[in-house]
């Protein structure tokens, strides 16, 4: 075993936990060596020769700041990249394959952006050796991994045989730095003089006059993996490609990506909506470790057997568990009609909004009842879930007001300074072993709102919103910033909350599986984006997704070792068999 320690130096307060507590407490310290000590940016250090792996650091440092950890075997125990003393490690890396669209799957913070970076030529990886530039040397890597799949990648890399397109995460950085037209960017960086074609295929035609800072996200994503695939190259890699997009997109993104790979091209995504990484790789490569810690990347599986390791939780080849338990699917019986009781409805609902307009017609939600919803964007999904909330109010129409309800709008506020522990007082005093611990809210309990990261707004403010007493909760995109295990994870503690407590639940998302997960009947939104928007249902499951999906041609089925929804390939057998029976949604 080989033995790393890890400050998070973003955690470590050395005045709040009384001058350096973990340095106190130190066995090793007391003997008058110095295993822990200040580092000169004022913050703990560890000296990882010297610790004994005793623990007691960790456990007693009350930010939860420092990580004493027992790595597993590893053929190459030197790290590929090392951020600095008490870092980061990521250890091995991914491989492209020509032909081909290879996954990364993993948690937020486990490296596989970093793993990414490295590929792209954007990082040069240290080998482990931070305080040395030496082995920021090609060759190096290439002797690293000499006898693997990724030695040739890495020898051609080198050669310059290999030509790198690379779309970044933070496709906001593109809105700062770029300037002018959507069409005067793309024309500037089109190399391959694809620029009509692409145009065409990513539906940019309406944007092309309009400034680059001010396109939605959606629009800024679309724009990017334009960008990226108009560049004159060989390997593509795309860095989370789908965030912003609605379901539709989602889904034409994944075929426009699937289409790049041929013998002479190499695709590798990252990726956190599970049906659509399913649906676009053919190979995934799983990451695991510790998140701000280090990362371990497995080598590459079949996509769908990689995702049902992944569920499971439990790598048999490496032997190793990380999650202690596994992800399961279940086909929910439809609900009894003489078991129906009416919590809330609305009829004739109509808003105007500027250009856009809204109608409901009319729909119920039941006791105990948890409604998907599906539709574009700009269709008016969040419009209607605020005229429930009582936030908006309808031209004209009826909602029945008596029913208490809980609202997570889509965009949270990040400008307030109040403590999270005392945000979230309510769900301290009342469920901590429901919601608390589950969304892991601990460690943020003592951070500024204006603090926390996307990911970690998002589960404080379904927490909030979970923990009111009321008998209606709506939340409006609770999977956005989440990575696939926090997606899976919220999907299971808002089930079952909504289960322990009895009470109704209307869920906005763009995630299909964490819909699957969540609902027992569906909404549909139709129209034209921008223009009008239409609510349908609720209905059950089935009909709801039949409706939907026709409209993009796909069908769905479940897989038999885990019961997960999964796209089938377009005019399979079972593609065509199901389209032919109108059943493009498996049975419920």
């Keep these: 075993m080989t033995r790393i320690a890890i400050v998070e130096k973003d955690k470590c307060h050395p005045v709040e936990c009384g001058d350096f507590l973990c340095s106190r407490l130190c066995p090793i310290n007391r003997t008058g060596q110095e295993c822990i000590s200040k580092c000169p940016d004022g913050k703990a250090q560890v000296d990882e020769v010297l610790c004994t792996g005793c623990g007691i650091c960790p456990k007693r440092c009350p930010f939860g700041a420092l990580h004493i950890i027992n790595l597993p075997e590893m053929e190459n125990k030197e790290p ?217 990347v497995s080598q590459p599986k079949s996509t769908r057997v990689a995702i049902n390791v992944y569920l499971s939780g439990f790598l048999k080849e490496e032997n190793v568990r990380f999650r202690d338990s596994a992800i399961k699917f279940s086909e929910r019986q439809p609900i009894e009609s003489h078991n129906v009781e009416k919590l809330t409805g609305w009829e004739g609902l109509k808003n105007t909004l500027g250009h856009f307009k809204l109608s409901a017609p009319e729909g119920t939600i039941n006791r105990h009842d948890v409604v998907g919803v599906l539709g574009e964007n700009g269709i008016g999904k969040t419009s209607f879930v605020k005229i429930l909330a009582g936030v908006d109010k309808p031209e004209s129409g009826t909602v029945d007001d008596e029913v208490k309800v809980a609202y997570k709008p889509q965009y949270i506020d990040t400008g307030s300074d109040e403590v999270v522990r005392i945000f979230l007082a ?21 951070k500024k709102l204006n603090e926390l990261s996307g990911g970690e707004l998002q589960r404080v403010a379904i927490c909030d919103c979970l923990s009111k007493d009321v008998s209606l909760h709506l939340l409006d995109e609770p999977s956005a910033y989440l990575d696939v295990e926090q997606r899976l994870n919220i999907s299971k503690v808002i089930r079952n909350f909504m289960e322990l407590k009895g009470r109704s639940a209307i869920v906005v998302d763009h995630d299909l599986l964490l819909l699957d997960y969540l609902s027992d009947r569906l909404m549909v939104f139709e129209g034209e984006p921008a223009r009008s928007g239409e609510a349908h249902g609720p209905f059950k499951m089935g009909e709801g997704m039949t409706k939907f999906l026709q409209d993009l041609a796909i069908t769905f089925r479940r897989d038999p070792e885990c019961l997960r929804p999964r796209i089938n390939k377009p005019d399979s057998v079972k593609d065509r068999e199901q389209k032919s029976k109108g059943n493009y949604y498996y049975s419920d």
Excluded at 163 to 184: F, R, W
Excluded at 426 to 446: C, F, G, H, M, T
Aim: proline share 4%; hydrophobic share 40%.
């Design 80 to 296: 590929i990249h090392r951020f600095g003393k008490n870092g980061f490690q990521l250890f091995s890396l991914p491989t492209p394959q020509f032909g081909k669209v290879v996954g990364i799957l993993g948690r937020n913070g486990i490296g596989k952006s970093t793993a990414i970076k490295i590929l792209a030529g954007a990082l040069k990886p240290n080998l482990g050796d931070f305080e040395s530039k030496s082995k920021e040397d090609p060759n190096a890597l290439v002797e690293y991994f000499k006898g693997s799949e990724a030695q040739s990648f890495l020898e051609n890399l080198r050669d310059g045989k290999i030509k790198i397109a690379y779309k970044p995460q933070s496709i906001d950085l593109i809105a700062k730095n770029a300037k002018g037209t959507v069409g005067e960017m793309l024309r500037k960086v089109d190399e391959k003089g694809v620029f009509e074609e692409i145009v065409e295929k990513l539906e940019l035609k309406n944007i092309l006059d309009n400034e680059i800072s001010k396109i939605s996200g959606g629009e800024m994503q679309r724009v990017a993996i334009a960008a990226t695939v108009m560049k004159d190259a060989n390997v593509y890699f795309f860095d989370e490609p789908t965030s912003y997009l609605d379901i539709k997109q989602r889904i034409k993104i994944a075929k426009f990506i699937r289409d790049l790979a041929d013998e002479n091209t190499a695709v590798m995504v990252i990726e956190h909506d599970l049906i659509i990484l399913d649906y676009m790789t053919d190979l995934i490569h799983l990451m695991y470790g510790k998140p701000a810690c280090f990362g371990i």
């Design 426 to 446: 309510e769900a301290l005093a009342k469920y901590e072993n429901q919601l608390i611990n589950p969304l892991s809210i601990v460690p943020l309990l003592d």
